[in-house]
């Protein structure tokens, strides 16, 4: 059971460069979410989706895309990359019953962007 | 801004110590979670605990939990050196239950 697997593990952009962080779970979970950790900042959260074809922003959303087409997957898209960005991002999946999230998260093993 | 916020930001102890981390929110949650990460890994679940819950237990771990005062705690009991990690909380909120993260305290179980 692979469970969260997000790729790459380690990617350097240029300034102005977008990419797509890829997540993908095989639990059949409905909740995904995407965080970015940054030093003494914890985990802050940019995007979420409580099922396919539906996402709503997190705390830090501004610069990033996402969708959910799947429920199996949920890539994150940077649109133009900038030095702020310079992060370890995780993905997340939970299992969710009526919109409530009622047992633990399962995460990647995180994504580390250097924007340069 | 970030729902809970841990204290300690960080704690240092002899192995075989408990260590006590605490964990205050802003908002009315549905559940708080705890979290463990070890340097530069993804965050492994460790304890949930209903609004509902007073108090649970896992193995080493007690959490606590005190609605009133938007608080809970995490006890480690007897620590060992595996357990140098960081410790966050998490809290599952609003309608669609966004679960947001505390800035997480960093314990070191010297041997």
């Known amino acids: 059971n692979a469970g969260v697997t997000q790729t790459p593990k380690f990617q350097v952009l240029k300034t102005g460069q977008s990419m797509t962080l890829q997540c993908a779970q095989d639990m059949n979970h409905e909740y995904m979410s995407w965080y970015r950790q940054d030093p003494g900042m914890g985990l802050r959260l940019i995007h979420y989706s409580v099922g396919a074809g539906i996402t709503d922003q997190g705390e830090v959303p501004n610069g990033y895309n996402v969708s959910r087409s799947t429920t199996e997957d949920f890539p994150l898209r940077l649109l133009s990359a900038a030095p702020s960005q310079t992060s370890v991002y995780f993905c997340?999946?939970?299992?969710?019953?009526?919109?409530?999230?009622?047992?633990?998260?399962?995460f990647g093993q995180g994504t580390r962007l250097t924007v340069v | 801004s970030q729902q809970g916020e841990e204290d300690p930001q960080a704690l240092s102890i002899q192995e075989g110590e408990n260590a006590t981390m605490n964990c205050s929110y802003k908002t009315s949650i549905n559940n708080l979670q705890w979290y463990r990460q070890n340097s530069g890994r993804g965050l492994v679940h460790l304890i949930l605990i209903r609004s509902n819950e007073r108090e649970k237990h896992s193995g080493r771990l007690r959490v606590t939990l005190d609605t009133s005062k938007k608080s809970s705690s995490l006890l480690i009991t007897a620590s060992r050196a595996a357990d140098t990690a960081s410790y966050f909380c998490?809290?599952?909120?609003?309608?669609?239950?966004?679960?947001?993260f505390g800035t997480g305290t960093k314990l070191q179980v010297i041997p």
């Open positions: 997340a999946s939970s299992y969710s019953r009526s919109g409530q999230v009622s047992t633990e998260a399962f």
């Open positions: 998490a809290t599952g909120s609003g309608g669609y239950q966004k679960v947001t």
